[in-house]
């Protein structure tokens, strides 16, 4: 029969209890028993990262998605002060790539279309957003009207 100290004793969380409580360990056991703390405490890090990036995708606030957020501030300080959403907005390449991962992720239709200068342009809410991909992929312009 086997005994609950012989359990608890025989596995990493033993080794772990016993190298901690016992005076007499020698410096390599005190040595390995730090490493695999910091191994556990490197896995459960990793694994709160994941926990929160998957909360924030499941759960969060579906417009914080990528710069959806930061465009969605420029078009709202434009609409307080116009008292109208913009017509048109000049948007870096990664912006275009965000609204349209938000679009998909929120089974929207989505609106693409080529523009008279061949840029692309695509409709989120009430604002056509026009690709401007020789600048930064991060870039939102001032919003406008025709």
Known sequence: MIGRREVVTGGLLGSLAAGAGTAAASETEIQETQALRDILKGIDDKLEEIKTALDQGLRGNSMTYGN???????????????????????VGLGIF??????????????????????????????????VRWEGDVNFIGVPFDR
């Not at 991962?101 to 809410?125: E, K, Y």
């Open 68 to 90: 959806v957020g930061q465009l969605r501030s420029t078009i709202e300080k434009y609409a307080r002060v116009t008292g109208k959403f913009p017509d048109y907005c000049d």
């Open 97 to 130: 790539y965000d609204v349209y991962d938000w679009h998909v992720r929120q089974q929207q239709p989505i609106q693409v279309a080529r523009v008279a200068d061949q840029r692309l342009m695509i409709l989120f809410m009430f604002t056509q957003l026009l």
